[in-house]
C-alpha cells in the first residue's frame, strides 16, 4: 500500500512539473527585429492615445452624452484592456526571441484576454441594437436606449465577461500540467495552454465550444438580425439623401463587427493546420494589436460629432 501512495504521490508531482511557459513569439524576425518592434510600439502608443481621447471627449464635451459614445467609450476600455494585455510581452518575445512567464502570470494573460474579448463581442450586439432603434424606431430612440438602459447593459457585459473568464480559469485550473512548456505562440490562449496539459481535455473541449457559441454566435445572431431590419427600413426610404445619412450612422459600427468577428471566425471556427501556424498567427495580431488601433481612427475621423468636440476642447475660444 505504501508503494501504491509513493507511486501515485510521484505520478502526481510528475503531471503538474510545468510552472513557467515559453512563449516563442514570432519567428522569422531575425532580420526585421528592431523595425517590427518600433513599429509596434508606435501602433501601442496609437491605440493608447486613440482611446483615451475618445474617453476623455466623451467625460468633458456635453454634444457626446448619449447612447452611442457612451458604447464608444466602452469599447475603447475593452481596447485599451485587451492591447496592453498583449503587447508588452509581445514586445519581450520580439526583443529576445522568446518570452518566459510563470504558468500564473500565462492564465493571468488568458483570463484578461477571455473578458476583453467576450465583452467586446457582446458590446457590438448591444451597438448594433442602438442603431435598430435609432433608424428604425428613431421617435422611441430616447425612451428607449435611456441612461438606466446604457449602464445596466454595461455592467451586465462586464459581469459575463467576468462570468465567462471564471469558468476558463475553473476549468484550466483542475488541469495536470506535465509539458513541454513552449507555447509557439505571442500570447497565452486557450488551445495551446490546453496542448500543455496530460489531462484528458475532450470534455473540457465540448463545454469550451458551447460557451464560444453562446458568447460569440448569439451577439453575432443579435448584431445579423438588428441589420437586417436595417437595411429593409433604409431601403424604404425615398430619398436618397436620407438612406445615405441612415446608412452612414451604421457604417462605422458594421466596419468594426467585420474586423472583428471575420478574423475571429477564421482564427477558432475554420481549422489552422500546423504548416498555417504562421496564418493563424497573423490573424490574431490583427485582432489583438491591429483593431484596438483601427476602431478610434474609424469612429473618430468618420464622425463630425468628435471632430467639433476635439475642436471645441482644443480650441475654446474659437
Same mark, same amino acid.
Given at each position: 500500500?505504501?508503494?501504491?501512495?509513493?507511486?501515485?504521490?510521484?505520478?502526481?508531482?510528475?503531471?503538474?512539473?510545468?510552472?513557467?511557459?515559453?512563449?516563442?513569439?514570432?519567428?522569422?524576425?531575425?532580420?526585421?527585429?528592431?523595425?517590427?518592434? *518600433?513599429?509596434?510600439?508606435?501602433?501601442?502608443?496609437?491605440?493608447?492615445?486613440?482611446?483615451?481621447?475618445?474617453?476623455?471627449?466623451?467625460?468633458?464635451?456635453? !454634444?457626446?452624452?448619449?447612447?452611442?459614445?457612451?458604447?464608444?467609450?466602452?469599447?475603447?476600455?475593452?481596447?485599451?484592456?485587451?492591447?496592453?494585455?498583449?503587447?508588452?510581452?509581445?514586445?519581450?518575445?520580439?526583443?529576445?526571441?522568446?518570452?518566459?512567464?510563470?504558468?500564473?502570470?500565462?492564465?493571468?494573460?488568458?483570463?484578461?484576454?477571455?473578458?476583453?474579448?467576450?465583452?467586446?463581442?457582446?458590446?457590438?450586439?448591444?451597438?448594433? $441594437?442602438?442603431?435598430?432603434?435609432?433608424?428604425?424606431?428613431? *421617435?422611441?430612440?430616447?425612451?428607449?436606449?435611456?441612461?438606466?438602459?446604457?449602464? !445596466?447593459?454595461?455592467?451586465?457585459?462586464?459581469?459575463?465577461?467576468? *462570468?465567462?473568464?471564471?469558468?476558463?480559469?475553473?476549468?484550466?485550473?483542475?488541469?495536470?500540467?506535465?509539458?513541454?512548456?513552449?507555447?509557439?505562440?505571442?500570447?497565452?490562449?486557450?488551445?495551446?495552454?490546453?496542448?500543455?496539459?496530460?489531462?484528458?481535455? !475532450?470534455?473540457?473541449?465540448?463545454?469550451?465550444?458551447?460557451?464560444?457559441?453562446?458568447?460569440?454566435?448569439?451577439?453575432?445572431?443579435?448584431?445579423?438580425?438588428?441589420?437586417? $431590419?436595417?437595411?429593409? !427600413?433604409?431601403?424604404?426610404?425615398?430619398?436618397?439623401?436620407?438612406?445615405?445619412?441612415?446608412?452612414?450612422?451604421?457604417?462605422?459600427?458594421?466596419?468594426?463587427?467585420?474586423?472583428?468577428?471575420?478574423?475571429?471566425?477564421?482564427?477558432?471556427?475554420?481549422?489552422?493546420?500546423?504548416?498555417?501556424?504562421? *496564418?493563424?498567427?497573423?490573424?490574431?495580431?490583427?485582432?489583438?494589436?491591429?483593431?484596438?488601433?483601427?476602431?478610434?481612427?474609424?469612429?473618430?475621423?468618420?464622425?463630425?460629432?468628435?471632430?467639433?468636440?476635439?475642436?471645441?476642447?482644443?480650441?475654446?475660444?474659437?
Amino acid at each position: 500500500m505504501e508503494t501504491i501512495h509513493n507511486l501515485e504521490y510521484a505520478e502526481a508531482k510528475l503531471t503538474n512539473n510545468v510552472t513557467s511557459i515559453i512563449l516563442l513569439g514570432l519567428s522569422n524576425l531575425q532580420n526585421y527585429k528592431i523595425p517590427f518592434f *518600433l513599429l509596434l510600439v508606435l501602433v501601442y502608443c496609437g491605440t493608447i492615445s486613440g482611446n483615451l481621447l475618445i474617453i476623455t471627449l466623451y467625460l468633458l464635451s456635453k !454634444t457626446l452624452k448619449c447612447p452611442m459614445y457612451f458604447f464608444i467609450t466602452q469599447l475603447s476600455i475593452f481596447d485599451i484592456l485587451l492591447t496592453t494585455d498583449i503587447v508588452p510581452i509581445l514586445l519581450q518575445t520580439i526583443l529576445y526571441g522568446e518570452s518566459m512567464m510563470t504558468l500564473i502570470g500565462c492564465i493571468i494573460q488568458f483570463s484578461i484576454f477571455v473578458i476583453s474579448d467576450c465583452s467586446e463581442c457582446l458590446l457590438l450586439s448591444v451597438m448594433s $441594437y442602438d442603431r435598430y432603434v435609432a433608424v428604425c424606431n428613431p *421617435l422611441r430612440y430616447h425612451s428607449i436606449m435611456n441612461h438606466r438602459f446604457c449602464v !445596466t447593459s454595461a455592467n451586465i457585459i462586464w459581469l459575463v465577461g467576468f *462570468l465567462v473568464m471564471l469558468m476558463y480559469v475553473i476549468t484550466i485550473y483542475n488541469l495536470h500540467f506535465c509539458g513541454p512548456h513552449i507555447i509557439d505562440h505571442f500570447y497565452c490562449d486557450f488551445k495551446p495552454i490546453m496542448q500543455l496539459s496530460c489531462s484528458d481535455t !475532450t470534455i473540457i473541449y465540448i463545454e469550451i465550444f458551447i460557451i464560444g457559441i453562446l458568447n460569440g454566435f448569439c451577439p453575432f445572431i443579435i448584431i445579423v438580425t438588428s441589420y437586417v $431590419y436595417i437595411v429593409t !427600413t433604409v431601403l424604404k426610404i425615398s430619398s436618397t439623401t436620407g438612406r445615405h445619412k441612415a446608412f452612414s450612422t451604421c457604417s462605422s459600427h458594421l466596419i468594426v463587427v467585420s474586423l472583428l468577428y471575420g478574423t475571429l471566425l477564421i482564427v477558432y471556427l475554420f481549422p489552422i493546420r500546423e504548416k498555417s501556424l504562421t *496564418l493563424s498567427k497573423v490573424l490574431s495580431l490583427s485582432y489583438t494589436v491591429l483593431t484596438p488601433l483601427l476602431n478610434p481612427i474609424i469612429y473618430t475621423l468618420r464622425n463630425k460629432d468628435f471632430k467639433e468636440a476635439l475642436h471645441k476642447i482644443t480650441f475654446p475660444l474659437i
